[in-house]
């Protein structure tokens, strides 16, 4: 039940954020429609920084996950050791 509750926390904010970049785009195009160039751009800056702080936490999740699969964390990270060394 705890894994539950915490899985639903995330995907609400990460929803909650993804709401906030649309509508931050839909403002900026408004704004620049009517001609506010310099409001327009804020507001798409904004929502550009939004989703790219969606994707960085998807991309960052994901590889928790993967960690956190793995008993043995130490196997997965010599091979590319090994590599790096000339070995």
Not at 42 to 67: F, N, P
Request: charged share 20%.
């Amino acid at each position: 039940m705890v894994a539950l509750a915490a899985v639903i926390s995330g995907i609400g904010t990460m929803l909650a954020v993804a709401v906030k970049a649309g509508v931050l785009l839909y403002r900026g195009r408004l704004k620049l429609s009517l001609g506010d160039v310099q409001g327009g751009s804020r507001y798409l800056v904004e929502a550009l920084s939004a989703a790219l702080g969606i994707g960085a936490s998807v991309i960052l999740g994901i590889d928790v996950l993967r960690a956190l699969r793995r008993r043995d964390v130490t196997r997965r990270i010599r091979p590319a050791a090994r590599r790096t060394r000339g070995y």
